[in-house]
């Protein structure tokens, strides 16, 4: 049995989710995925959709087994209970693949780190991110 987790903001749903999710769920048998509370999405705008209905819909996608809210603070607490087997990073995450392994192994966890592949838009007109979704709202929406 092979355990995969990944991870992300999830805001407003898109088919890159789905891909990662899938790529993720294929690298193992039981996927779960941490959503990463608004408070830690210090990189980029916080997300517009409250924490616990971003871990909802993403619990309902087909790839994934569970769903789980970060910590607030620590985010190794939710490794150390989930226990993976596999990290898989996203393919833009900011995360550096050694320095997470380093910090992992210093808690004492032994995952294989892994890197998802991307989904790039076929046509033109595809929105394969929550920034171009949200841009076009802004666009399209506002007088
Ligand atoms: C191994 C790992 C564990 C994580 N655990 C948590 C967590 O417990 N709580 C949390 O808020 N975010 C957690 N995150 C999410 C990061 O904070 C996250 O990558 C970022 O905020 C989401 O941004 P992104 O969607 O642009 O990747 C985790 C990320 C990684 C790589
Ligand atoms: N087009 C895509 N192809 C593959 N993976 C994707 C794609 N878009 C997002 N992901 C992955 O989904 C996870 C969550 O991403 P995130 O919630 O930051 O979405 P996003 O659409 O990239 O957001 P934003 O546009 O605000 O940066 C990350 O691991 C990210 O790499």
Known sequence: MTRVVAQGTFDIL????????????????????????????????????????????????????????GHPEDIFVPIERIEPDIIALGYDQHHDDEQLE????????????RRASPLEADVADRLLSTGRIIDRILDERSE
């Open 102 to 113: 380093a910090a992992l192994s210093a808690r004492g966890l032994d995952c294989d780190i």
């Open 14 to 69: 898109h088919p890159g989710h789905v891909h990662y999710l899938q790529d993720a769920a294929d690298m193992g048998d039981e996927l779960h995925v941490i959503v990463a509370r608004s408070v830690n999405v210090t990189h980029k705008e916080p997300p517009v959709v409250p924490d616990e209905q971003r871990r909802e819909m993403v619990g309902a996608l087909k790839p994934v087994d569970e769903a789980h809210l």
